[in-house]
Structures are given as structure tokens and as C-alpha cells.
């Protein structure tokens, strides 16, 4: 079996507990081993280098975390970093568009193009109520549109009636044709498999793409296809407007890193995991799931968890102390803020200050959503670091600017500096009755 990369990692930083923050060296060491890990779940070369490198730039110069591991802080942060760049999570299909829509399947043979064409159909039909229709453009297989039409008796979903001796273009065309006539909604092609790379096949792709004009054409990838992920997505992605891709086989052993080399070649999101061969096996992505599985870990989730707890904890004291002096700026609101957005709710600590329980009952009862709030962060964002450290420098000419900034107006700046001055009057009323060990004893 593999041994979890935190178990790797361990050895690396356990020298370092204790210490003030990640060194370049160590971090260096640890990346060899993520690297090793990337490779043994069938990340490309080129991308596991490419996000190793990134990686590594991140991690330098983090501050270590008292109650984790620097080696599990290092797997957080390559988790992390992982999970961001196999997201997004809700990439859905684009069938917002005058029917039909038209939605086509390329990839290489045996890829799983005709079983996800008929899973997607039974998907959207049975899920979105669309009438959908499938069409075999594969007329090198023998059997091939036979092979459709079954799956499409199985799915109650139609398919376009066989034409023998017709030309993929022909078939695209009359498929168009056919679903506007019959009124449906989603038309989805299946289109020849390829064994290799092979222009012929290429030139026939593009031919289909440029007459059906498709919302959605999606590169369906057989997740064990391991160091060619990197062939396949970028001949595939350099030959048509690829918008998205499927990956196949999730079911089998497959570790999950053809997503990460997918998506850094395509660019493209990945939108559908296959699980299996039934009609039914057909998920949408979950970036989270693939990147535990691309460390390898059983445990990352809790470990995961357990790190973001502790990271929560240290920002959590860090505040407290800064509380404890009467200091509040707009750093410190805007932690506040993204804790409120996070927990759908209010901050332990802000629970105790009076402008943002006002705050929390506004959003309790529905009067402040989180539109609200990312639009408080975008100002905070707007600011330069001396206004966010000094709120009072921020006069009326900075106002406008960190309006036009943020795309609000001066009157929400003027809000958020009213509610940030509440807050830090409040702080100061607080140092003066003790801080907030003083208020809690009084709280009883
Ligand atoms: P195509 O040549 O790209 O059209 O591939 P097919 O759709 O004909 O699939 C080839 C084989 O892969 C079939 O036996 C399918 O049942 C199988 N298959 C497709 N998707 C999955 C999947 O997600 N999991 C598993 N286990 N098998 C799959
Ligand atoms: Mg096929």
C-alpha cells in the first residue's frame, strides 16, 4: 500500500516544531516527497512539477501553527492548493440557450464517450425534465450507432434513427435538423473514437464542431490514462474549443490525477466523474474527494479539518489579544466579516461586541445576506494597508476611490467606516472595564 504523504512529511519537520516559520530548505525536502506522491497518482510530469513549484512558493515563510505538525501543515497546504486547482465545484452544463442545445463528446477509443453520452441524457432528461435526443456520429465502429440505440431504449431517451451510409457531417446535420423539427430541448453527439491522435479524425471533429456549433463540447478521459493525460488533453484542447471534460473509470483504482493534469493542460473545468458502468454511475466532480485521493490519505479530510480548527484557534487568540488592547482596524473587521460569511452566523469573539450582534440578528432575520458582506470585504480590499491599519485617514476623496474600487458607492464606505467605528468604540469601552476577561467574569 502507499504510505500517507503525512507520514512522509512527518520525519522531514520534526526538527523544525517550534521553530517561527516554514524555511525554504525544508519546505524543498517536503516538496520532493509531494512530488513523489503527485507521480504515484498519475499526475504528469509536467504538472506535478508546475504545482510543486507553485506550492513551494506558498508554503515558504508561513508562520508554523503550535497545535498541528509543520509536516501536517504542509499537507493542508498542498491540499489546499490541490482542491483550488482541481475546482471549481458546481460546474454544470450550459443548456441556457435557444433549443436545441447541443452538447458533444469527443476523446480517444474506449475512453467511455458512448456510455456518457447516455448517461448525461438519462441525467438531464430525468433531472431537469429536458427532452433530449441522442445521435451516433461514430461510423467507423462497427455497430457503433447500434450500440447507441440500445442505450437509449434502455434509458427511454430517444436516439436519431439510423441512416446507413452517411457521413458524420450528414449525420450532425439531419440530427439538427430532426430535434428542432420534433421540439427537443438537448442533443447530444457521440462522435468516433480514436485510437491514437489521428488528423484524419481531427479534420472530421472540427467539421462536426464548426456545423452543430455545440454550448458544450466535452473531452471524456479514462482517469487511468496516467502520463498521456498530457498528449490527449492538449491535441484534443488545441484542435476545438474544448468546454469542459468528463473523467471516466472513477469506480476503478485509479488515484485521481489525471484531473489535476486535465485540468492544468485544458484549463477547462471537470464536470462529471463516471462510476461505474451503469447508466446511472455518473457524478458531478467533487475537487475535495480527488485531491484525498491524490495524496493517498484516508485521513486528510479529519486532518484537514483538524488544521483549518487550529488555524481558526491561533487567528482566534491572535484577535483576542489585540481585542484585549481596545485595537480594532479594518483587518480585524474583516476577519470578523469572513467569519460571519464562513459560519453563516457571528464570530465567538464578535458575539460579544454589541455592533455586530446587531449585525447577526440583521442576518438572522434575513436582512443582511451574504451579497452584503462580500460587498463590505471588497471595500476592505479597496483599501491600501496604511487606510486598513488606519481608518482615520480615510477621507472624502479616499472614499470615492475605495467606492469606485470596490464598485459601491461613498454611502456604503460610509457605512462600513460607521459600523467600524461603532465596533471600535465598543472595543475601547470594553478595555476599559477590564477587557474582555474582565467582561466574561462579569457575564458570570
Ligand atoms: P467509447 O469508445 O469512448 O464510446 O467507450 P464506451 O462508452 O463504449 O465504453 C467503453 C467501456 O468502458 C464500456 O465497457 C463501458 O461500460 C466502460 N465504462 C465507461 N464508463 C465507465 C465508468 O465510469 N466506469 C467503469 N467501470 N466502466 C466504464
Ligand atoms: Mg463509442
Known sequence: MFESLSERLGGVFDRLKGRGALVEADVRTAMREVRIALLEADVALPV??????????????QQVLRSITPGQQVVKIVHDALVEML????????????????IMLVGLQGSGKTTTTAKLAKLISKTQ????????????RPAAQEQLAVLGTQTEVATLPIVQGQQPVEIAQRALSS?????FDVIMLDTAGRLHVDQALMDEMKAVADIAKPQEILLVVDSLTGQDAVN????????VPLTGVVLTRMDGDARGGAALSMRSVTGKPIKFAGMGEKLDQIEPFHPKRVAGRILGMGDVVSLVERAAQAIEHEDAEKMA????????DMNDLRSQLAQMRKMGGIGA????????????????????????????DAMITSMTPRERAKPE????KRKIRIAKGSGTTVQDVNKLMKMHQEMQTAMKRLKKMGGLKGMMSMLG
Open 48 to 61: 506535478a512539477r508546475e504545482f510543486v513549484d507553485k506550492v513551494t512558493e506558498q508554503a515558504v515563510g
Open 87 to 102: 475546482g471549481p465545484d458546481t460546474a454544470e452544463l450550459n443548456l441556457g440557450v435557444t433549443p436545441p442545445a447541443v
Open 129 to 140: 425534465g429536458k427532452k433530449v435526443m441522442m445521435a451516433s456520429l461514430d461510423v467507423n
Open 179 to 183: 430535434a428542432k423539427l420534433q421540439g
Open 232 to 239: 490527449v488533453a492538449s491535441s484534443f484542447g488545441s484542435q
Open 321 to 328: 489579544s489585540r481585542l484585549a488592547k481596545g485595537q480594532f
Open 349 to 376: 469573539l464578535a458575539g460579544m461586541i454589541p455592533g455586530m450582534k446587531k449585525a447577526q440578528s440583521a442576518m438572522a432575520a434575513g436582512n443582511v445576506d451574504e451579497r452584503i458582506l462580500l460587498r463590505m
Open 393 to 396: 485617514l480615510i477621507n472624502a
